[in-house]
């Protein structure tokens, strides 16, 4: 089946955290057209999960994104998904090995427990049964009037303690702080809806300190390359914000350099979405604000 435009973001970021080759593609769950959005083999958890990080430690995750907000009977369908690989995941384990993993989720369960005090929590390296990560870009309202799951530090994330039958945790992406550090990748899976929202969203990944540098630039080349689904909006706000930046490198390096650095940066950006034609035209022109104006209006053309 083909992804969703929403979803085809989501696991773009999701692999560009994890790794493209931990992710399987959707799969059906038996005995009813029921697909899975995607599932996530994590072993050391990559820069970007943020606080959902001692979480998917070691685990199996069972993704599940609504760009809108899930009603009840959604919610209890994706936990019937959960409930066959959990089922899948005890029958692979040989019989000598299940009262260890039982001991072994139980104490990862606890060490996940203490992302609510501000020390990080240990990596645990304790096999667990898979858990359901659901990503609801709204307020998922009516799940958390009907199921009342326990919320966590920060806000807008719920977490569910299921040693046995597996974890499920919500997170609601639009709802989670826009300067708590760490969580500047995961709030970008919600497609911004205004260019405001998207500078936003931006600007808190590039002010992010628990988030590496390196991947604050290969994140911001993947949403201009389209190798994770963006919009032109975002493609403009990235531009501006290259010029802003040039702009302070020039005030502190000298502004030659600073100009020729963003020059540099734009046109690498720009071979990203067009064609030689069109690059050989944004070389052509000398001036720095009339090539910033010229792949704005380029990107923004169907």
């Known amino acids: 089946m083909r992804r969703r435009r929403h979803e085809e973001r989501v696991f773009g970021i999701l692999g560009f955290i994890q790794g493209e080759r931990a992710i399987q593609p959707e799969r059906a769950a038996p005995r009813a057209s029921r697909f899975i959005d995607g599932i996530i083999e994590v072993d050391k958890p990559g820069d970007g999960w943020g606080p959902l990080d001692p979480f998917v430690a070691n685990r199996v995750v069972l993704v599940e994104h609504y760009s809108r907000a899930p009603g009840i009977t959604a919610c209890v369908r994706t936990v019937a998904k959960l409930a066959h690989l959990v089922d899948e995941w005890w029958r692979d384990l040989d019989a000598n090995h299940r009262k260890k993993a039982l001991a072994a989720a139980s104490t990862a369960a606890a060490a996940a427990a203490s992302i609510q005090s501000k020390k990080p929590a240990p990596h645990t390296a304790a096999p667990c049964p898979p858990m359901l990560l659901i990503l609801s870009a709204d307020r998922p309202r009516q799940v958390l009037a009907g199921l009342q799951p326990p919320p966590i530090c920060p806000t807008g994330i719920w977490h569910a303690s299921r040693p046995v039958l597996g974890d499920v945790t919500l997170v609601h992406v639009r709802g989670l702080p826009q300067r708590h550090p760490g969580v500047s990748v995961l709030r970008l899976m919600a497609t911004p809806r205004t260019r405001a929202e998207a500078m936003t969203l931006l600007d808190a990944l590039l002010a992010d300190p628990d ?86 209006e380029l990107l923004g053309t169907p």
């Open 211 to 296: 988030v590496l540098q390196s991947t604050k630039d290969d994140l911001l080349e993947k949403l201009m390359s389209g190798a994770i689904q963006s919009t032109p909006t975002e493609h403009q706000t990235i531009i501006a914000q290259i010029r802003s930046e040039g702009r302070q490198e020039g005030r502190q390096e000298g502004r030659q350099e600073g100009r020729q650095e963003t020059r540099n940066v734009l046109l690498r950006l720009a071979r990203y979405r067009l064609d030689d034609a069109a690059i050989s035209e944004l070389e052509s022109i000398s001036d720095l604000a009339d090539l910033e104006a010229r792949l704005v």
